[in-house]
């Protein structure tokens, strides 16, 4: 069975924040209603920066690593007002806060959001992934099959990577062109995948983290919106099976899922 090493920091201590109400060049809201913000921050080399995005006393939170050029994130609690805070290192585990605005969100359709390119599922019409899944559900009509044809493919051609589970850092993002042109990776690096070939052909997907029972270590999986209805879909956990010659089932029961966090 594989091993899935990847955690996600979920909570963050924040010194006092020292923050201003400041023109938000760093902030960029223009794709609010489909769910997502941008983020144009110069990081310092020496500096450790972070963001987190906090709705209703829940947070999420990213490391930065882009200077230059904006990221994008989701805003996946709902609609309402969300703070969005530019932390920096201080020392440990400490951070402070830069810069705190406030967001308004309305989305009219609050599936919209996992339809977006974000850090951990970036994709772009010019990847190769993308290209693929274009490729793959040409001539699909139906939510569900355009989800099984590119199932199929992944679970497929993607093997499980027992080195870099090994090896992996707690700030690592998922590429999913390098996925696709090594054909392995680990949890991370198949939700991530599948999630994005599906967002790509107009199927609402979630990354999701958490826990399983299918599993011992910390997992990551996808929900994915067919035909109206969420179901749970784990590619890692299959893909697996498939090399072993053991028979699956293609949606998996929620019930045996525990998720902390959707993205």
Known sequence: MMVALFVLITAVPVSTAQAASVEASW????????????INYDIPKDK??????????????????????????????GNGTYKVSVLENTTGNKYKALYSEVVDVTMSDSN??????????????????ILKAKELTKGKTTDEEKVKVIYNYVVANVQYDYSLANNVTTDYIPNINNTLNTKKGICYDYASLFAAMLRSVDVP?????????YVT??????????????????????ASS???????DFIKASSKYTAAKYY
């Open 27 to 38: 902030l960029i809201t223009s794709k609010v209603a489909q769910g997502v913000i941008g």
């Open 48 to 77: 450790r920066i972070k963001l987190m995005i906090t709705k209703d006393n829940s947070s999420y939170t990213y490391n930065l690593y882009a200077s230059g050029q904006a990221e994008d994130f989701p805003l996946q609690q």
């Open 112 to 129: 919209s959001v996992y339809l977006g390119s974000v850090q951990n599922v970036k994709w772009s019409s010019s990847d190769k992934a």
């Open 205 to 213: 997907a979630k990354l999701v983290m958490g826990n399983t029972s």
């Open 217 to 238: 270590q910390y997992h990551a999986w996808n929900e994915v919106l067919m035909d109206g209805k969420w179901v749970t879909i784990d590619t890692t956990v299959d």
């Open 242 to 248: 498939a090399k072993s010659k053991k028979n699956t």
